[in-house]
Every structure is written in C-alpha cells, then in structure tokens.
C-alpha cells in the first residue's frame, strides 16, 4: 500500500498567514523559533531557529461534529511549500512514539483504532488501519500532548 501524509491545506495556511482567525476565533499569535519542538503543519518541517511562526487552535476536519477535534498547532508565519504527499515528513521522524488514530469517511472515530506507536512502526500502522474497510484515514498527533500533526490516507 501506499500512503499519501496530507498537511495543512494550502487556502488554510495562507488564510491563517493573511490574518484569519483560528478554529475558536482568535488571531494567530505570533512568536520567534528556538529550533527546538515547532513542527510546522503546512509544510510538516520543523520552524528554523529564529523564524517566526504562528500558534493557533485548529480543527483538521470538514464540518464541526462531536468528533471534530480542536487543538493547538504550529506553522511558519511566512510561506512554506507544502510538501510532498508520497514522503514520510520529517516532523513524523521527530518523535519516539505518535498516536494514530483511524476515522470512517463520515470523519468519526473508528473505535478500537487508537493508540500510541513507536515511530519505527508509524507506516506499517497506518497500513494495516488503512486495509480495513471502515478506516478512510488516519490522523497522527503527538503521543505527548495529543497535537494535530497529519493525515494519512492510502493512495
């Protein structure tokens, strides 16, 4: 099977850049990158040292349903190419663990899907979620504090 790691919607990241307000309303805040821990959702790589970048509350899903989560997330304030679907992101090769999670194509929780992940085992995971039939994608959040990081679907 092959995945397809499905960022932040290019129309989204520059509505948030050009002043748009977040999922609860609010305007991105702004802040200076340390380097360490800001991965961007856009273009799923970390925020260089010394960069601006945005904090906002963000709600990865197409309608607001009881299972449409909202969380805090990460993006370069200025542009930032998106990247390319076919490659595992940097961003995913950050961490230890993750938690994938499988949704129907309703966008709601397929129960029994979640769990934390060792990072050596995201793929193989998001396979084996992707191959059964009432899984249309996976969402990946930080296994830490639960963050929005991407998508995944089968190609």
């Not at 129309?11 to 821990?37: C, F, T, V, W």
């Not at 800001?38 to 709600?59: F, K, S």
């Not at 499988?102 to 995971?125: F, S």
Request: net charge neutral; glycine share 8%.
């Amino acid at each position: 099977m092959t995945l397809r790691y499905i960022a932040m919607p290019d129309m989204d990241a520059e509505r948030l850049r050009q002043g748009g307000r977040d999922a609860y309303g609010n305007l991105p805040e702004k802040h200076i990158s340390d380097g360490m821990g800001v991965p961007c959702r856009h273009c799923l790589r970390n925020v260089e040292q010394g960069r601006a970048y945005l904090i906002l509350a963000y709600r990865p899903f197409s309608s607001v349903q009881p299972y449409a989560e909202t969380g805090p997330i990460f993006m370069h304030a200025e542009a930032c190419r998106a990247p390319d679907e076919s490659l595992l992101p940097p961003i995913l090769t950050s961490s230890k663990d993750y938690l994938l999670r499988g949704y129907d194509a309703n966008e709601r929780i397929v129960y029994g899907t979640g769990g934390v992940v060792p990072a050596d085992m995201l793929e193989q995971r998001a396979e084996e979620l992707l191959a059964r039939s009432a899984v249309s994608s996976v969402h990946v959040r930080s296994a830490k504090n639960n963050c929005y990081q991407c998508r995944i679907e089968a190609a």
